[in-house]
């Protein structure tokens, strides 16, 4: 691996600190001050040096830089316990259906548990569609050939259009022209051609958004694009849905109703009876984040471990101790803390603590002396240590005892400043 000359020169200064150590009795700029430099510039003296020196060292800056970016995530997951992210972890509310084929609903963090709603359907919303004439498909174009212009109104807005039909153009073609003009225009309205099994062509106009907003109409003025294709027919007239919540009758544009108290409806179909909504705590989406905190910890723990020889312990020995020093608390929730550290669920028992005592599981995890907490606190502490310090660069061959703190102090400080380490990897 080749080194810049702009790293060189930090190396040669360096290598006069690591002189006057690594040679006790030499002044800097002494006779022992060139030990280091010339092996590590691959010179025949010790080209190991070289291997040591850059990749190695490379190594070890790379593994600090990557165990900075896992415990960034891992706090990431971490916070999603400890109610630092709204409507994650503990906080997660969900809304359960007694008819999921009607109604379907979510809870936001600030719905109330307990809370309940009736809720009857008698029309859903539905967007407009226009259906036009079957054509057979391979035969010459019903629409004029030439600049072809018309209007769509959507929702009180028009918009002239035009589409040019080729001599000798097919219906397909035609038609295949026509939806282009439409779709490109992007008013709100979706074209579409069909073709059918025996050969025949039809325009589909259809509206982007439910409701009688949202409604169109269609009409020529140079050509005859609606006449000839029947685009202007309604198959699917637009309509609003129409419901009631707890007695009250609603009507909305859409299918998506947004109730005060953070609850969210979506309609699905009409109802024969009246359907149910229910606030409960979401216990499987709790259960998912725990998870994803607890793979989030063991491959950092994990990753730690592969590259012991090139990290220094000692931060990553927080993160270790903060389960540990928990361990009979989490082994009630159906966690237990393996001898490295690692995590492991029992996911029966996880899920049957938190159906019986959620409180006490979000307080032994995202409590104040809770792990997420815990783990937060250290992974910060880790990701605002100096690179130099997450790492542990390996001294080269040779090099007395009181000069290889020195080397991974220097060394790694150096590799990590501004521009030198994309050098080193140039």
Known sequence: MALSPALLAQLSSLNVLLGSVGRPGNAPGGSGAGFFLPQLTGTAANPLLQVRGAEVAAAAAQAGGELNRRVRSLAQTAAALT?????????????????????????????AIGTQLTVEVSQVAEAQVNTGAALTATASSAVAAGINTFQVTVGGATHTLSAQIAPGATNEQALNAIATAINEADIGVAADVLIGDDGTAQLQLQAEQTGTANAFTLQDLGGNV?????????????????????????????????????????????????????????????????AAFVAAFNET??????????????????????AMSRS????????????????????????????????????ALGGPGGLATAVTTAAQRIATTPPSQLAQVPPPPGLPTQGVGNFNAQLANLLFSQGLFVNLLA
């Open 83 to 111: 109610g630092q992210v709204p409507g994650q972890g503990f906080d997660r509310k969900a809304a359960v259906s007694s008819d999921l084929e009607a109604v379907r609903a979510t809870a936001s963090s600030r719905a």
């Open 226 to 290: 609606v006449a000839a294709t029947g685009a202007g027919t309604t198959t699917q007239a637009a309509q609003n849905a129409q419901f009631t919540v707890n007695g009250q009758a609603r009507t909305s544009q859409g299918n998506t109703v947004i109730q005060p108290g953070g609850i969210t409806l979506q309609l699905q179909g009409t109802t024969d009876a009246p359907v149910t909504i229910r606030v409960t705590e979401d216990v499987q989406g709790a259960r998912a984040d725990v």
């Open 301 to 322: 723990l994990q990753f730690a471990e592969e590259r012991a020889e090139l990290l220094n312990p000692g931060p990553v020995s927080g993160l270790r101790q903060a």
């Open 328 to 363: 009979a608390q989490l082994a009630a929730l159906g966690i237990t803390v393996e001898a490295n550290g690692a995590l492991t669920i029992a996911e029966d028992r996880l899920a049957a603590a938190l159906a019986s005592n959620p409180q006490g599981v979000r307080n």
